[in-house]
């Protein structure tokens, strides 16, 4: 996978020859880190109740405990990765393919004129990794359309980019 977007972003594109279908943008690096982050400090913290308060009370032959959290923390740390390379998006002419999922792979097609509001989020946590989440609202209640972890330029070019084309594809019903 080479690195580099049209748009500037610093997320990897995958190269795709003309004629071979949308050009497929990943998500940045930035959205392992804060999940990689949330992941340590959670079970980390388990880990080390799960070992102290066994140890200390029933004796150190106890603190064993501590084992599992930490093999849970081993594993997850694998499998975020695996989801993280799983998620990517595209634009194309008349909608936005969203596309996710390791063991089910769920591909989400939005189409520009069926787009209601989209909306760029960013939690307290998301903005001291400096990113930001794209949510896009159609008339199917159903429509999970959510690309997280962007850096808010790309967010912010996005709903922009997918507004602008909405109203012109809505104009046009």
Do not use: C
């Not at 388990?46 to 200390?56: D, H, I, K, S, Y």
């Not at 001291?128 to 790309?154: K, Y």
């Amino acid at each position: 996978m080479e690195t580099g977007n049209p748009h500037d972003t610093g997320t990897a594109v995958e190269p795709v020859s003309p004629g071979d279908g949308p050009q497929w943008i990943a998500l940045p690096p930035g959205l392992l880190k804060l999940r990689r982050l949330m992941l340590v400090v959670w079970l980390g913290s388990l880990a080390l109740a799960a070992g102290l308060v066994p140890g200390l009370l029933a004796g150190p032959g106890w603190a064993g405990f501590a084992v599992l959290p930490l093999a849970v923390l081993a594993w997850g740390w694998v499998m975020l990765e695996r989801n993280w390379r799983s998620w990517r998006y595209a634009e194309r002419a008349d909608d936005l393919l969203i596309s996710r999922g390791v063991l089910w792979r769920e591909e989400t097609v939005v189409p520009y004129g069926r787009m209601q509001l989209v909306e760029v989020t960013s939690g307290p946590v998301e903005r001291h990794f400096g990113l930001a989440s794209v949510q896009l609202h159609t008339a199917a209640a159903a429509t999970d359309a959510t690309i997280p972890g962007l850096v808010p330029a790309e967010a912010e070019r996005l709903r922009d980019r997918l507004t602008e084309l909405g109203e012109a594809r809505s104009a046009g019903l």
